[in-house]
Each structure stands twice: as structure tokens, then as C-alpha cells.
């Protein structure tokens, strides 16, 4: 999800600390020893171009003894001297991006989705969404895939209701080619974004590409204090208030507060918390959003390898005391933090969940800060609702009742799913399976009634299993079998006219 469940413990940042710091102290004393003593090493098998003679050995080659072995950061160690060693073109070994290269294959290794590495300046961006707010014009912004070029994009992945981007009518998938005339397709996602923001008052021009319009235009806008927005709230009726849950982060439950406050004003004496679509955030937030409707008890129980089992327990300064009957609404959407807060109000009782099965994302990660900036955002725990249900286990939360989409809900999601299915027949044409198979799941996941885009997915999926047996067949063999063929085939009518002419 684009925001996990976090948990900042100064513990484990300590040892994750000590620990990373001796990784490192490992890592650079293996490669000074592996560096000066070549005596001890197999001597180097070089790999030459065609034309080129391996120099005459004056001597046979004695067998070497066979090497201790080494720890795996001492593999990683030498590894990287040999490459700053060997390598053709050491202009082209920048050091950041090998580092990043390495730490990104080492947790990707670890099979976990959500443990991953920020750098410094992701880390600012980070810190800020989870403030709640900054300035620029309020956009998020990502790298996509531009369906008619195949490179990748500057592209605005979601615009914050009544903020800048949103009030000069930008919209999602917007394709940002420049920025105050600059072009954007060698600039990096932070540069663009450190580019983009600026004080308050100040003016940014886009260059816009958007699909179905032909030539881009361009787009300027003034720089405000952007909120990020946490929810939506208004009355029903005279007696319904509606709550919908856009963020967890350090403001959501002092923002909910208010809002419940003025509901209750209103007159709301039932309520209506919309946790669609809502991917979670903060652990923090996701207790003290529970706390404001749960006066004691558990929250959710988080099991860590470190803190072994933790219980987030009700916090009662926060208590609303909301007495009125309270419906929370999920989807296949909600996740993480959306899920703790629905699980601890249906497990107490406090409200009925209904809508889908929500998304099944039961895992904590925590942010360690790491020496030198960035941090390492690493899955340390799994939680359970109030009453042990592993919402892992059973692959998301199952509501109370089932609800249909309404009608404008359903409008609106087969809309989106017509612009990833089109997105993803141009990724197709284009033979990028990977990009493609991505496009047809979101918009089979946002249309389940959408038969071509679960046809397509299917066939993406089969085209991408052929692909995998196809790879270690050898293309110009079979090309050059081809020849041979065609030329046998061609010498045949050859032969028998030979064998006819030599008859008597």
C-alpha cells in the first residue's frame, strides 16, 4: 500500500543502529583485506574479445588451494572491490547508485513488500506527509510507464480536494513534461518534486500531457500551505452525520475529534465512519482514532520478534463518549490502519462493520533511522484485532454485512477501470507484459464485472508463464535450423533436375 502501518520504536532503532553500524565496519575491513592480499586469491579468469590472444603462460598454473569461506557481507564486500577493480569504465561506477542497487537486491530478498530503504530526501518527503503538511500545490506525484513513449514519467498519481492542482483542474495520470520550462525526462522523482514545491505565493508552471488531448498545455499555478487532507464530513439528514477517513497520520484524530464535535452540534445522533479506499498510515493514529469511540480495552495486539507481544490498549483521555448507533464502512480497498480501526469497533461492539472483505495487510513496519540520513522502513511485527482475529491469516476483515456498490460508486469505478484497461492494451501492444498484467488487475479490482479486462489479465499472465519456458530456447538457432531448411528445400528441385538431364 502507498502508506504502511508504522510503528517508531527508539529501541529497535538503537539496535538496528548498532547493528547496521557493524554491518558496515564488517563489510569495508573484509574488503581492505581482501584488497591487499591478492597473493591469496584465484588468480583472475579474463574473458577476451574475439581477435584477442590470451598472453603464453611461462609457467603452469598451480592449482590453488581451496578459499576459506566467506560470510556472505564479506561476499558483498568483495564483490564491490573486484568491480572497482575490473570494470571497463570506472567513470560509470557512481557509488550512490551502486549502494542503492545493493541495498535495494538485499531487501528485496527478503520477500517482504513493505520492508524497504528511503534515501535522505525520501525520508523529508516521508516525514512530511506523515506531518500532514507542507508547501507546493497539492499533488502527489510518481514515475509511470507513457503508454506511447514506454519511458518513464514525471505523473501526478492523485490531486487533494480544493488545493491548488486541483482548482487548475489537474487530474490524475497527468503526464508533467516540464517544470518552468525545464523538461522533466532526466530529472529524478525528488528533483521534480523539490522543483514543484517552493513558498507559498510563489507561481510553478507544468507543461502538461494528457491523454486524449493531442498537443500539451500549459498550467500555472500559485503555491499555498497545503493541508493534506484527512477527511470529508458533512450531515446526511438532521440526525445522520458522515465522517470519511482519507489519512492516518499525526493529525487525523485530533481532525476527527473536531469533526465529531461539530456533527454532534449539528445534531448527528447516528454516524457513518467511511474507511473506503483509506490504505492505512500511522499505528499511533490508527489507537487514538479507535480511542475516541473505545473509552478501555485493546486496540490491536501487535507480535514482534523484538518487543514480543505488545497490546495497544484504549487511550481514555481521548473518549468521545458517542453513544448514537455507528456504521463503519470498508472495502477491498481499506487496509492496515483502516483495518485496526474497523476490527477494535466491530470487536467492542461499538459499531457495525459493513461493505467487502477489506484488503488483508496485517503487518507493522517501523522506521529506522540510519546513520548519514535515510532510514529503513522494515516490517517488525503482525497484528491481531481485540478478539485474536488474524486479519493476515484470514486474508482481510470480514464485515458484518455485505454491501453492493451504490450506483454513482459504480459509475465512477468502471470509469477508472476503462482508463487502466486502455493503459493496458497500450502496454500490451507495446509487449511490455509486466506493465500490462498491472493495469488489467487494477482495473479487474476496481470492475469485477469487466469481462475483457479479466480476459486480458488471464492472457497476460499465460503470455508472461510462455515467456518464462521460451527463455532458454536459443532464438538464432532456430533461426539458423530455418535456413538450413528452406536451402534443403531448395536444392531438391536442383538435384532432380540434375539426376533428369543425366538420363540417357
Known amino acids: ?82 568491480l572497482q577493480q575490473y570494470f571497463y569504465a570506472p567513470n560509470k561506477l557512481e557509488e550512490n547508485q551502486l549502494t542503492y542497487g545493493a541495498i535495494s537486491g538485499l531487501l528485496r530478498a527478503t520477500g517482504d513488500q513493505y520492508t524497504r530503504y528511503l534515501k535522505p530526501e525520501d525520508l523529508e518527503q516521508f516525514t512530511t506527509r506523515s506531518h500532514g503538511e507542507y508547501e507546493g500545490i497539492g499533488a502527489e506525484l510518481t514515475l509511470a510507464v507513457d503508454p506511447t513513449t514506454g519511458e518513464e514519467r514525471i505523473t501526478i498519481m492523485s490531486v487533494f480536494p480544493e488545493q491548488p492542482a486541483d482548482k487548475a483542474g489537474l487530474r490524475p495520470l497527468d503526464r508533467i513534461l516540464k517544470i518552468d520550462g525545464k523538461p522533466t525526462d532526466k530529472m529524478t522523482l ?127 483521555s481521548l473518549y468521545k463518549g458517542w453513544k448514537g448507533p455507528m456504521v463503519v464502512l470498508v472495502d477491498n480497498r481499506s487496509a492496515s490502519a483502516s483495518e485496526i480501526v474497523a476490527g477494535a469497533l466491530k470487536d467492542h461492539k461499538v459499531a457495525e462493520v459493513l461493505g467487502e472483505k477489506t484488503f488483508g495487510k496485517a503487518s507493522v513496519q517501523t522506521v529506522v533511522t540510519l546513520r548519514g540520513g535515510g532510514a529503513l522502513i522494515v516490517t517488525t511485527g503482525s497484528y ?79 503470455q508472461l508463464v510462455e515467456q518464462e519456458r521460451n527463455r532458454t530456447k536459443d532464438a538464432q538457432l532456430e533461426q539458423v535450423q530455418q535456413m538450413l531448411l528452406q536451402k534443403l528445400n531448395q536444392q531438391k528441385p536442383m538435384q532432380a533436375e540434375a539426376k533428369a538431364s543425366a538420363k540417357p
Request: proline share 7%; hydrophobic share 35%; glycine share 6%.
Open 190 to 316: 525528488d528533483q521534480a518534486v523539490s522543483m514543484i514545491r517552493g513558498p507559498r505565493g510563489t507561481t510553478v508552471t507544468l507543461t502538461i500531457q494528457r491523454d486524449g488531448i493531442p498537443e500539451p498545455f500549459d498550467v500555472t499555478l500559485t503555491r499555498q500551505r497545503i493541508q493534506i487532507p484527512v477527511l470529508q464530513k458533512r450531515m446526511l439528514d438532521d440526525k445522520v452525520g458522515y465522517i470519511r477517513l482519507l489519512e492516518f497520520n499525526e493529525k487525523t484524530a485530533s481532525e476527527l475529534s473536531r469533526a465529531l464535535d461539530e456533527l454532534k452540534g449539528k445534531g448527528a445522533q447516528a454516524l457513518i465512519l467511511d474507511l473506503r479506499g483509506n490504505p492505512g498510515g500511522l499505528l499511533d493514529a490508527a489507537v487514538e482514532v479507535a480511542s475516541l469511540f473505545v473509552p478501555k480495552g485493546p486496540i490491536v495486539t501487535v507480535k514482534s520478534r523484538t518487543e514480543g507481544e505488545q497490546v495497544f490498549e484504549a487511550i481514555p
Open 1 to 82: 500500500m502507498e502508506q504502511q502501518s508504522l510503528q517508531v520504536s527508539q529501541k529497535i532503532k538503537g539496535v538496528f543502529s548498532i547493528a547496521i553500524a557493524l554491518l558496515v565496519a564488517l563489510s569495508f575491513a573484509a574488503g581492505y583485506q581482501v584488497g591487499n592480499r591478492r597473493s591469496d586469491q584465484p588468480q583472475l579468469q579474463v574473458s577476451l574479445g574475439p581477435g584477442l590472444v590470451p598472453p603464453i603462460q611461462e609457467k603452469p598454473i598451480v592449482q590453488q588451494p581451496s578459499q576459506p569461506s566467506l560470510r556472505p557481507v564479506e561476499r558483498l564486500a568483495e564483490v564491490y572491490l573486484r
Open 384 to 462: 491481531l484485532t481485540p478478539s485474536g482475529y488474524d486479519i493476515h491469516a484470514n486474508k482481510g476483515l470480514e464485515p458484518d454485512r455485505k454491501l453492493e456498490p451504490t450506483p454513482e460508486e459504480q459509475k465512477h469505478n468502471s470509469q477508472l477501470a476503462a482508463t487502466w484497461l486502455e493503459r493496458g492494451k497500450q502496454h500490451l501492444q507495446a509487449k511490455e507484459l509486466e506493465d500490462a498484467l498491472i493495469c488489467f488487475g487494477r482495473a479487474r479490482q476496481l470492475d469485477r464485472t469487466n469481462k475483457e479486462a479479466s480476459k486480458l489479465f488471464n492472457e497476460t499472465v499465460a
